[in-house]
């Protein structure tokens, strides 16, 4: 596979697709509101998620050696870990975060070329970020919402 299909391709596709199942989840779920807020939802637990993952993949980074290469690459592959498991997990009942586990674990090692202890060091710090980050923006939105 071409270099570019893996920096940047495959991640934005992943994104893009993950985008589209959490909102289509929302409007299913609630109608075209909840596809809003479902969209709102996801690009602040998003912005949460990519500021505190940063900080998780350079204490990472720190502990295991390793390298993320070019920061904006970085970032959409983050984006697209964080986003496309997450909307698998919303949208499979029952078994959606086992694979949504699986996928954090594949997409990493693949997307950033890292060896398995590696990978296994990032998803729990990620899975770590990412409660923060869901926690928060439950909270956020239910203060908001009144």
Request: glycine letters at 10%; hydrophobic letters at 70%; a neutral charge.
């Amino acid at each position: 596979m071409e270099a570019d299909a893996k920096e940047v391709k495959v991640p934005a596709a992943l994104l893009i697709a993950g985008v589209v199942i959490v909102v289509a989840h929302g409007v299913w779920l609630a109608g075209p509101a909840g596809g809003v807020l479902m969209l709102a939802a996801l690009l602040i637990g998003l912005l949460i998620n990519l500021i505190v993952g940063v900080i998780g993949c350079l204490i990472t980074v720190r502990l295991v050696g390793s390298s993320f290469g070019f920061f904006w690459n970085a970032i959409l592959k983050l984006s697209a870990v964080i986003v496309f498991p997450f909307a698998v997990a919303i949208s499979i009942p029952v078994l959606g975060w086992v694979l949504a586990f699986g996928l954090y674990l594949g997409l990493l090692r693949w997307l950033f070329d890292l060896q398995w202890f590696e990978v296994v060091v990032l998803v729990v710090v990620l899975m770590l970020v990412d409660f923060f980050a869901r926690f928060a923006t439950t909270a956020l939105v239910a203060s908001l919402a009144g």
